[in-house]
């Protein structure tokens, strides 16, 4: 069979106003960057005509290897199907981070037979939305240390400065100056604001650093939020493109699940509905992180209500982690009151008895379990899956969120572990203990939390497997994130930037003199 990049470069593209126009979009509102792509101007929420908005749908998974199970081709794959069926159905997805893209774990543009199109651009520079939010805060960075230098009239003790430099590349030489721009607060800001005046305030209310007499400093004070949102500003528009077959997606904001809350823009997700009759996206890694972190900040913040939910299975992961994984993820889902769906993601070693074995183990767990292919066979590899999102759509949602706001961050925290990872409790460590009482100080005890902890396992050790029990979690330090509006809560040995594997996935990239792209999955 031919790569993900062969299969990309052979398809036939629809021009992107084509797309749009299906999409009920005015071209009034279309920005082309290019045949293929292109942003759609916020002014179209007001002209998108729709009495009724869409089923949401959200994709997760069980705890993951290493390679992934497939959440984003099952996404795409899905949407694909539910076209298929004659629904209007819209993705919506992150964007890439070249650092996974030339690190080990990959793109994110879905593969096989279930992509977004351009697949190269989508992986590599798309409309350069992350380098414009990498250059929005390096400009903050660069605002603050030259307060400093011309007098530091606010006072910043240069001991707790809490802002460092980003770029989107994995790189271990530089932890402790910079982040990856994945997991840049600036990024969460982008990804959870409903408009460009909610953004300015949410870039507004960052804090750079603390004063000698302990008051945060934020970018407002800094006077930098103005500067900030104009170098944001083409970066708030969603981006649009096309999946495989000719539906269209939204590649909008690129969080990281397993640091920040791993889910594309509110905007982008709020415009697909308006739209269409049916939204899939996904939310990063499984249910304890993206999954959990989508229910409780996103869906918060945008006032989302979620229809359904798709659990991604494969025989690897159930291979490492055993169905007793799978059934806690079943139980974490139903925590938020959503329908529930497993598919079982078809990969080329299965075998039909051997998937036939793992559906029919699923479905013990009571909720309804199909078979999808659509990574070999696109949307048609998802018919059974798409019929089962249907129906489950239909039955009733009691979308809930797991912990009220007026909750203390420590009990927020500890109902997230014991809740949803399955933990006995949680061991503060002494900073931790420090930064609770700095942070309910400043009067952001009220905010919903982010726990950063390893995607491999529903504990903070990624070296524990399947369903473990009689442990705890440590978090270790929090730090806030005023402007995006939530807390990180830091477990285990997390790190905001990577490294690159001794072998990383650049070794094999290259391009050709016509410009032809090869390596790149």
Request: proline share 3%; aromatic share 6%.
């Amino acid at each position: 069979m031919k790569t993900d990049i062969e299969i990309a470069q052979s398809a036939k593209m629809k021009l992107i106003v084509e797309i749009a126009k299906y999409s009920g979009i005015s071209l009034d509102d279309v920005e082309l960057h290019g045949c293929h792509t292109a942003k759609i101007n916020l002014k179209a929420f007001k002209r998108i005509k729709k009495k009724k908005e869409g089923k949401l749908i959200l994709v997760t998974a069980m705890t993951p290897t290493p390679l992934g199970e497939g959440k984003t081709t099952t996404t795409i794959g899905l949407a694909q199907a539910l076209q298929l069926s004659g629904e209007k159905a819209f993705v919506c997805l992150r964007e890439p981070s070249l650092g996974p893209v030339m690190g080990m774990k990959g793109g994110a543009a879905g593969g096989g037979y279930s992509q977004v199109l351009p697949m190269q651009d989508i992986n590599l520079h798309l409309t350069s939305d992350i380098h414009m939010i990498t250059s929005s805060h390096n400009l903050l960075a660069a605002m603050l240390y030259n307060h400093i230098y011309q007098g530091n009239e606010l006072g910043i003790d240069e001991n707790k400065i809490v802002w460092r430099r980003a770029m989107d590349m994995n790189d271990r030489s530089l932890r402790g100056q910079f982040d990856i721009t994945a997991s840049s607060e600036v990024m969460a800001v982008m990804c959870l604001s409903q408009n460009l005046t909610d953004m300015k305030e949410r870039l507004g209310r960052i804090i750079v650093a603390y004063s000698r007499d302990g008051r945060p400093v934020r970018a407002a004070d800094l006077k930098a939020q103005g500067a900030m949102a104009l170098l944001m500003y083409d970066a708030l528009k969603p981006t649009l493109v096309q999946t495989l077959e000719g539906g269209a997606a939204f590649v909008h904001g690129g969080p990281f699940a397993n640091i920040a809350h791993g889910c594309n823009s509110v905007v982008a997700t709020k415009m697909a509905l308006r739209a269409g009759d049916y939204v899939v996206t996904e939310a990063g890694f499984a249910t304890d992180l993206g999954a959990e972190k989508f229910f409780d900040i996103k869906c918060r913040a945008g006032k989302l209500k979620p229809a359904a939910s798709v659990l991604v299975v494969t025989g690897g992961a159930i291979e490492r982690h055993g169905y007793e994984n799978v059934a806690k993820h079943v139980e974490n889902l139903k925590m938020f009151g959503v329908p529930v769906v497993i598919a079982v993601n078809k990969k080329a070693k299965d075998t039909a008895a051997g998937l036939q074995e793992i559906r029919a183990r699923c479905q013990k767990l009571g909720v309804p379990a199909v078979i999808s292919d659509v990574w070999a066979k696109g949307g048609k590899g998802g018919k059974e899956l798409a019929q089962a999102v249907k129906a489950a759509c239909k039955t009733k949602s009691t979308f809930k969120y797991l912990y009220d706001l007026n909750e203390t961050l420590k009990d927020k925290i500890e109902k997230i572990a014991v809740k949803i990872y399955g933990a006995d409790g949680v061991n503060w460590a002494e900073q931790a203990q420090k930064d609770l009482e700095l942070l309910n100080g400043i009067g952001l005890g009220a905010l919903p939390v982010c726990i950063a902890k390893t995607q491999y396992s529903l504990s903070d050790d990624p070296k524990v497997f399947g369903r473990p029990r009689g442990f705890r979690i440590t978090i270790r330090e929090l730090k806030p994130s005023a402007g995006a509006g939530f807390v990180v809560a830091f477990a285990g040995n997390i790190m905001t930037m990577p490294g690159l594997p001794k072998h990383p996935a650049a070794e094999n990239m290259d391009v050709t003199e016509d410009g032809k792209i090869t390596g790149l999955f």
